[in-house]
């Protein structure tokens, strides 16, 4: 067997960043859009079958009760070819799956060759992900998906620096969950404390400290870290005790 390693160099290939402002007929982007939340993404094409199974991720609390508005309303389930769909939350992650007869979002990227980067979300109505392939491949991908969504929806960015590629990954996975758990007053004390060496040892800071640049008091900043650090020690204990427990356990 020949070796077509050297055949691909490593300058011919490129990873975009898409993001796609119109849900255009897709059930998940209404109900991010509805729900103003994050939903994190996996859809796989059935060996054998024209259908795809599609596993979705949230930690909005009310998304559950926009799918059920949505579902009542059945032209939306058709359009976005939707067969079945079920939800469940197991702690405080809502999971949804379901399975499609048809997926245009996937079918463009099978047919333009390029290679579907990690889950995709939507974030508020708008999809974003990443795609990889050779260059010229790429150009005809984004040319398909500019005449099929409307040159007007969609935006596009290379990624040939590999921190903004970390940061587009990690946008997309498990942690962006996670972190949609925490409120925006936690998050911004939290950010004050780790930026001014709260978490270092010793502290650069104190809690009184955090207060002042935030004006807020001294019991305020204990109860939103103390919080904030238990949501986020929760996710890493039931992370830990999954992975002890092992998938395929008797």
């Known amino acids: 067997m020949k070796n077509t390693w050297s055949r691909l160099d490593i300058e011919d290939l490129g ?9 255009y007929n897709s059930f998940f982007g209404m109900v991010s859009e509805l729900s103003d939340s994050r939903i994190i993404i996996s859809t796989y094409r059935v060996l054998g079958s024209d259908d795809y199974y599609v596993l979705a991720l949230s930690s909005e609390k009310d998304v559950g009760v926009y799918i059920d508005d ?3 309303r059945e032209k939306y389930v058709r ?3 939707i067969k079945r769909l079920r939800y469940h939350y197991i702690d405080d992650i809502l999971v949804i799956y379901g399975v499609k007869s048809k997926c245009e979002f996937l079918g463009l990227i099978e047919d333009s060759g390029v290679v579907l980067l990690t889950p995709y979300i939507f974030y508020k109505g708008a999809r974003e992900y990443l795609v990889l392939a050779r260059r010229n491949m790429l150009h005809r991908y984004l040319d398909n998906v500019e005449k099929y969504y409307g040159i007007g929806h969609v935006e596009w960015r290379e990624l ?16 962006s969950i996670i ?16 930026e001014g060496g709260y978490f270092n040892y010793p502290k650069n800071s104190r809690q009184t400290d955090i207060g002042s640049m935030l004006d807020r008091s001294k019991v305020t900043i204990s109860i939103h870290i103390r919080k904030a650090l238990r949501k986020i020690v929760s996710d890493v204990i039931k992370t830990i005790y999954y992975t002890e427990q092992g998938l395929f356990s008797f």
Not at 162 to 171: A, C, Q, R, T
């Open 15 to 23: 990873i975009v960043r898409v993001r796609i402002n119109s849900p």
């Open 70 to 72: 949505i579902v009542k």
């Open 79 to 81: 359009r976005s070819k």
């Open 160 to 175: 040939s620096d590999p921190e903004d590629l970390v940061k587009s990954i990690l946008g997309g996975s498990i942690l």
């Open 179 to 194: 972190a949609d758990r925490l409120t925006e007053q936690e998050v911004r004390v939290l950010k004050t404390a780790y």
